[in-house]
Nanobody
Framework: QLVESGGGLVQPGESLRLSCEASGSFFSIDTMAWHRQAPGKQRELVASIDRRRITHYADSVKGRFTISRDVARNTVALQMNSLKPEDTAVYYC?????WGQGTQVTVSS
């Protein structure tokens, strides 16, 4: 089970931090990731991090978002700074092809 938290409504330029905890049958997760899906658009990869903490970011969030991970606790976080209206989406945590329920992020003035 993956449980996300931390979404909400913020103004452009503000920050949010998303968290996700994997519990239950997960064992030795290789890669954890955040994806997002905006209304009318396909789900896209935002950022990923593997067990060695090697990260990958979508070009649209580079320099603004930071993904981090606690391997021992099976948690992953996404620090989102300088948020833009185009970051508005439902954000999903993913680990070993399992998905969380999603958390809404809305950036609007």
């Amino acid at each position: 089970q993956l449980v996300e938290s931390g979404g909400g409504l913020v103004q452009p330029g503000e920050s949010l931090r998303l968290s996700c905890e994997a519990s239950g049958s997960f064992f030795s997760i290789d890669t954890m990731a955040w994806h997002r899906q905006a209304p009318g658009k396909q789900r896209e990869l935002v950022a990923s991090i593997d067990r060695r903490r090697i990260t990958h970011y979508a070009d649209s969030v580079k320099g603004r978002f930071t993904i981090s991970r606690d391997v021992a606790r099976n948690t992953v976080a996404l620090q989102m700074n300088s948020l833009k209206p185009e970051d508005t989406a439902v954000y999903y945590c993913e680990a070993d092809a399992s998905w969380g329920q999603g958390t809404q992020v809305t950036v609007s003035s």
